[in-house]
């Protein structure tokens, strides 16, 4: 049975705490929170302990779960690794890139399990593909929400295209030729609006636009590759792939087009999206990882990558506040 503790029990953690209820092989020890009114609240209604002393909780634990705010997650993190207890850490992996780094070395040296909570690897729309074979050419991206000041303590692209990024990276396979970006802070001291061009080594580019100032919500990703269209539909949890009709693909819709090289037939289908809870799903896979010894999906290493890149776009636009 591992002993589960939080650090951060705020809007994200609740989840957090309510997912962990029902996860096996788990116990809840306590959680960490120095905000008195929200620490109270979560007292009475989970019935969980409070701790005073963080250091305390790391060593009344297996593993750590880190919720709180980016700038307090080095901190956090390092005294858990150093006292060999598995780390679940929410994204971005640290506030800076040196203090990223260490934690990967310190995870790396260590016999630890460290996962970056890159809630979108688990999201069922993108679940729906596994098993198929992902080489894309181009990528386009569209991330947009309505204004809320919590997260703002980090920008856009820390905050919300850090999670494109990830997603990006992971299907890419490829190293980054070159990033054109620009941003405009709105709202906030940050960017709060960005749109970038990611260029791999291997030819595909990637569109990204990001906002935290939208009228409307909308978290849309569509990969094009030379035998399909793929559309991802984050927020409403729909999955479109459209690719020229073979045999095999029966039950699919059809339809005929002309093209220079004569008429083809194209199919969509509409994979079938898994009913998981994202949140959940990450856990419980970290929970295994941890128990069978085995890597975990988004490791340390791709919480550094998806930061590296974010700093890099950062830079582009020119936010020298923030890039260390």
């Given amino acids: 049975m591992l002993k589960i503790g939080l650090f951060g029990v705020g809007h994200l953690g609740k989840f957090h705490l309510n997912n962990w209820k029902e996860i096996a092989n788990v116990e809840l020890v306590g959680f960490y929170d120095p905000d008195d009114d929200t620490a109270k609240e979560v ?3 989970y019935q969980l302990p409070r701790f005073l002393d963080g250091d305390v909780l790391i060593n009344a634990c297996d593993v750590i779960d880190v919720v709180a705010p980016t700038n307090f997650h080095f901190e956090i993190c390092e005294k858990a690794i150093r006292n060999a ?3 679940f850490v929410e994204k971005p992996l640290a506030n800076t890139m040196d203090e990223a780094r260490q934690l990967v070395k310190l995870a ?3 016999n630890i399990k460290l996962q970056v909570g890159h809630v979108e690897r688990f999201n069922p729309a993108f679940l729906a593909l596994k098993g198929m074979e992902l080489n894309p050419l181009f990528i386009e991206v569209h991330r947009l929400a309505q204004f809320n ?3 703002t303590e980090v920008s856009v692209i820390l905050d919300l295209m850090i999670h494109d990024i990830d997603i990006i990276l992971s299907i890419v396979k490829s190293g980054v030729k070159n990033i054109s ?4 802070a709105v709202m906030t001291d940050t960017p709060d609006i960005a749109n970038v061009r990611i260029e791999f080594d291997n030819g595909c580019v990637a569109n990204l636009t ?6 409307k919500k909308m978290r849309k990703m569509r990969v094009f590759q030379k035998d399909a269209y793929i559309g991802i539909d984050f927020l409403n949890k729909k999955t479109e792939i459209i690719k020229q ?12 087009i002309e093209t220079p090289k004569g008429k083809k037939t194209l199919a969509i ?5 898994p009913q998981v809870n994202a949140i959940k799903k990450e856990l419980e896979e970290f929970t295994d990882a941890v128990i069978n010894n085995t890597k975990t999906i988004v490791s340390e290493i791709d919480g550094l990558m998806a930061m590296d890149v974010a700093h890099q776009i950062l830079k582009k636009i020119g936010n020298s506040i923030l890039v260390r």
């Fill in 108 to 110: 790396q040296e260590s």
């Fill in 269 to 273: 289908a509409n994979p079938t999206v």
């Fill in 43 to 45: 007292s009475e209604k």
């Fill in 245 to 256: 009709k073979e045999p095999k693909d029966s039950n699919v819709f059809a339809f005929d």
């Fill in 181 to 184: 970006a620009s941003g405009v």
């Fill in 210 to 215: 990001s906002s935290r100032i939208s009228m």
């Fill in 149 to 151: 000041p919590r997260g």
């Fill in 85 to 87: 207890k598995h780390v």
